[in-house]
C-alpha cells in the first residue's frame, strides 16, 4: 500500500518496528509510538520480522536491511525506527522505509529529548512530536518515491 492509498484509511494503518541496542531507549521509543498512535496520527500494526533478522543486517540504514523489511511488510508501506542512545533523555532516531533510499534524508534521521517531547512545555512537546511524525511518515513515503 503506497502513502496516498494509506490517507484513505483514517488514521492511516503503518506497519511499524523499533529496534534498539539498548533495551531502554526501545521502550522509550516504543512509548512514543504508541503515544502518537493514541493521538490518531496513525494506527500502528505490527512488521511480522524478528528484531534478530534486523540485527544480522547491522542496525544501520544499509540495503540488506531495506530489503528484509520490504520483503516482511509484503507490499505495505514499512516503517523501522532505529533507535540509539544519545546520553541522557535523547534518543536518535533513523526511520527506514521499504524502498532502496530514504525518501528524506533530513527528516529520517533526528535526535529526540524524550523527557522534552512527552513531558514539556506544549509548544515544545508539539514541535517535537511533530519531527517523529515527519520521520515516520517520510519513511513510510519511501515507497511511492521517484
Known amino acids: 500500500m503506497l502513502a496516498s492509498e494509506a490517507v484513505a484509511s483514517i488514521p492511516p494503518a503503518l506497519p ?3 529496534v534498539s541496542e539498548d533495551r531502554r531507549v526501545e ?5 512514543a509510538v504508541e503515544m502518537l498512535s493514541a ?6 500494526r505490527e512488521i511480522p520480522i524478528s528484531a534478530a533478522e534486523l540485527r544480522a543486517c547491522g542496525l544501520s540504514d544499509n540495503a540488506c ?8 511488510a509484503a507490499g505495505n508501506q514499512p516503517v523501522l525506527i532505529l533507535a540509539q542512545s544519545a546520553g541522557g533523555n535523547d534518543v536518535v532516531w533513523t526511520c527506514v522505509g521499504g524502498g532502496t533510499t530514504a ?3 533530513a527528516a529520517q534521521r533526528l535526535t529526540i529529548d ?8 506544549p509548544e515544545l512537546r508539539s514541535a517535537l512530536q511533530t519531527k517523529m511524525l515527519a520521520c515516520i511518515f517520510a519513511a513510510a513515503d519511501e515507497e511511492s518515491a521517484p
Not at 493521538?39 to 500502528?44: A, E, M, S
Not at 536491511?65 to 516482511?72: H, K, M
Not at 524524550?114 to 512545555?121: D, L, P, Q, T, Y
Open 27 to 31: 521502550a522509550l521509543s516504543r512509548a
Open 114 to 121: 524524550f523527557s522534552a517531547a512527552i513531558f514539556g512545555r
Open 103 to 105: 525518501h528524506n534524508p
Open 16 to 18: 511499524i518496528k523499533i
Open 65 to 72: 536491511l531495506r530489503a528484509a523489511l520490504a520483503r516482511a
Open 39 to 44: 493521538y490518531d496520527n496513525f494506527f500502528r
